[in-house]
Every structure is written in C-alpha cells, then in structure tokens.
C-alpha cells in the first residue's frame, strides 16, 4: 500500500514513517516543507515529496499522485497562535481531503485530538485548538472518503506498549506518540475502522484487537 505521510517531520508522523518502512505492507512517502529535512527520511529508506500545506489544494493532489492512502498527522504546534492552528489543522487539513478526492484516493485516516468530538469536552484554554480538530474531523465525515479519525490522549514520548483503550469517547489520559503510529497503520490494515473515529489512550487491550471491537 502506497501511503502519503502529511507532517512527516512531526513526531508521531516520523514514527509512522518509521514503522511504515519496517512493515512491508506499506510503501510510505513523507511530505515535507524544506529540502532540508528529506536527509532523515533517505536514511530510513522513505520516499519525499516536497510539498506545503499552505500552498494550493493542486500542489497536495500531485503530491498524492500514485497514492493508496493519505496519513494526515500534521499540526502546528504548541508554539504556534490560533492563526497558524486554523491554517494547518483545519484548512490543511480540509485541503488535503479536498486534494486526496482530486487524486482519486479514497482511504483517508486523520489523527485530531482526545475530546474534541463534543463541544461540552473541549479544552477551555485552547478552545481554538479543539473547534479547528472537530471541524476538521467534521468534514472529513462529510467527505465521502473512506476515512478513520484517531483521537489520541496526552502525547508522551514514552517507549510505545502496543496497549491502549478505544472508544468513540474515553476519559482523558495519556498515550505514546509511538502507540498512535502503530495505531495508524492497523487502522490502515483493518477495514473494520473504515467511517470509524475513536478517542484512545493507554490501556490494557491489543492494538489490533481494541480496534475490531470498536
């Protein structure tokens, strides 16, 4: 399966990129913003393709040429005003989905955000941050691709322990960024998480298993 990584150079997308190359199943290519940062990917044996979030959704669908699947794991980051959350994680987000029906790929699986699903749960100090995750997811669910949403807990760069707990809402905890990854790619594996979007962190389930039960 031919994959597009979008925020390849983020931390859960490297480890998807990672574990994508380990896996024969999958064939990844990382989207990256500067040439400077294909060096890492070549030396994990990953295609590149430069391409930017902020340019035009046609840009994305080339990008996408060839394509399976797309893995959006992109965000702006802690760092980063609401500004630059808008741009990136929804429109960027909403442009990837528009570029990947452009390119003629249906499979589609998003990483958002722990609580966002109801407005009653989202994060009062961050509101921006939840409303641009479950706009984002939203659309996705409107789109007509064949989508799955991974709604991951506290990111922690703890060893990943293949457990976790999945459920359409579950109780905020934490959750390696190294279990996400692996999560991606059963999801990608398993059609069963097809039109599915799940919050997850840290449990005491399989990952393969939590998700066939979802």
Known sequence: ???LVIGANGQI???TVEKMV???TFTPTAMIRKEEQM???EEMNANTVLADLEGPVSDLATAMKGMDAVVFTA?????????KTVMIDLDGAIKSMEAAKEAGIKRFVIVSAIGVYDRSNWMEKAAYYSAAKHYADRFLEL???DYTIVRPGLLTNDAGKGKVKVAKE???GEIPREDVAETILASLKDEHTIGKGFDMISGNENIASALRDL
């Open 39 to 41: 060096k890492a990917f």
């Open 143 to 145: 789109s007509g691709l």
């Open 13 to 15: 997308g490297k480890h």
């Open 1 to 3: 399966m031919n994959v």
């Open 75 to 83: 965000g702006s980051g802690g760092h980063t005003g609401a500004d």
């Open 170 to 172: 579950v109780e905020r």
């Open 22 to 24: 380990q896996d024969h």
